[in-house]
């Protein structure tokens, strides 16, 4: 069992950084690849970035390579996902999820413990 719990969102500028933090607990953390997906309004979930359960890899989504970045601290029980260069499309619900594998995987059904998400709105 894995709790999820997102944090950092909030009102950007475009072109403003912001960094959300997911905090975990639960003894498969650290087993686990994690993942960033983020949905707008009338959109479906998408996925945005995953990484390794040790941190060794990350695959992005082709709309946010270059921009953002995420990162875990397994000792911290924490994921980040460092987000740059932001622009008004990136506006959505931001939500962190474990996967029930190690490595990486970019589809919903792969996770299957999910956190309640963090608004991100950036103004143009």
């Known amino acids: 069992q894995v709790q999820l719990v997102e944090s950092g969102g909030r009102l950007v500028q475009a072109g403003g950084s912001l960094r959300l933090s997911c905090a975990a607990s639960?003894?498969?953390?650290?087993?686990?690849?994690m993942g960033w997906f983020r949905q707008a309004p009338g959109k479906e979930r998408e996925f945005v970035a995953a990484i390794t359960w040790n941190g060794v890899s990350t695959v992005y989504a082709d709309s946010v390579k270059g921009r953002f970045t995420i990162s875990r601290d397994n000792a911290k029980n924490t994921v980040w996902l460092q987000m740059n260069s932001l622009k008004p499309e990136d506006t959505a619900v931001y939500y962190c999820?474990?996967?029930?594998?190690?490595?990486?995987?970019?589809?919903?059904?792969?996770?299957?413990?999910w956190g309640q998400g963090t608004q991100v709105t950036v103004s143009s």
């Open positions: 639960g003894r498969t953390f650290s087993s686990s690849a």
């Open positions: 999820a474990a996967a029930r594998s190690r490595y990486i995987v970019r589809t919903r059904d792969e996770y299957n413990y």
